[in-house]
T-cell receptor, first 116, second 115 residues
Framework: SQTIHQWPATLVQPVGSPLSLECTVEGTSNPNLYWYRQAAGRGLQLLFYSVGIGQISSEVPQNLSASRPQDRQFILSSKKLLLSDSGFYLC???????????????FGSGTQLSVL | DQQVKQNSPSLSVQEGRISILNCDYTNSMFDYFLWYKKYPAEGPTFLISISSIKDKNEDGRFTVFLNKSAKHLSLHIVPSQPGDSAVYFCAASYISNFGNEKLTFGTGTRLTIIP
């Protein structure tokens, strides 16, 4: 069965420090990978998605970047964190099903990031 | 531009009664709709979905209704149980130019079931 791992679960970082959040998926090949953020009092905002190694699409301009060095690894990074980067970050994957347009997203357990 | 809207940020329902969560969308390209349930400090989990070619999908206590002409969908939970207390996200999907599904989420509704 497929599993998704995301770490760390919580992170407290000072403003201006770097960030690296990692996500890995097991049990599937060629997944679509996503990074979402849930800011306080807001919905789930798509930050990045990737359909393959080295292929990253950014949904919103921001202080963050994403990379996919391996098929099942997705990394969210920042060189210098801002206060506004605080939030709950979620990694997710979906399978490519051309016949089934309703492929679901499967989420990791999330990382609560507090920038102080 | 909020393409998927959940206008009720919170809802309280007595245990055993029906919970109705509502969602509206604006983008006519959406062709698949999903509901996710989220507990605090956890990732959302898939609950139920519906294709745009249907107007109803039922799974146990959960039923999703879709009204395409009104661009409105709703989630019915009956009977409501304390374990249903969570934040519910509505999401809408379409195939992107890259061939992957792009989900747009609403802002969520916090459901509280009162024992």
């Amino acid at each position: 069965s497929q599993t998704i791992h995301q770490w760390p679960a919580t992170l407290v970082q000072p403003v201006g420090s770097p960030l690296s959040l990692e996500c890995t998926v097991e049990g599937t090949s060629n997944p679509n990978l996503y990074w979402y953020r849930q800011a306080a009092g807001r919905g789930l905002q798509l930050l990045f998605y990737s359909v393959g190694i080295g292929q990253i699409s950014s949904e919103v301009p921001q202080n963050l970047s994403a990379s996919r060095p391996q098929d099942r690894q997705f990394i969210l990074s920042s060189k210098k964190l801002l206060l506004s980067d605080s939030g709950f970050y979620l990694c997710a994957w979906s399978a490519i099903h051309w016949e089934d347009i309703g492929s679901k997203l499967f989420f990791g357990s999330g990382t609560q990031l507090s920038v102080l | 531009d909020q393409q998927v809207k959940q206008n009720s940020p919170s809802l309280s329902v007595q245990e055993g009664r029906i919970s109705i969560l509502n969602c509206d969308y604006t983008n006519s390209m959406f062709d698949y709709f999903l509901w996710y349930k989220k507990y605090p400090a956890e990732g959302p989990t898939f609950l139920i979905s519906i294709s745009s070619i249907k107007d109803k999908n039922e799974d146990g206590r959960f039923t999703v209704f879709l009204n395409k002409s009104a661009k409105h969908l709703s989630l019915h939970i009956v009977p409501s149980q304390p374990g249903d207390s969570a934040v519910y996200f509505c999401a809408a999907s379409y195939i992107s130019n890259f061939g992957n599904e792009k989900l747009t989420f609403g802002t969520g509704t916090r459901l509280t079931i009162i024992p």
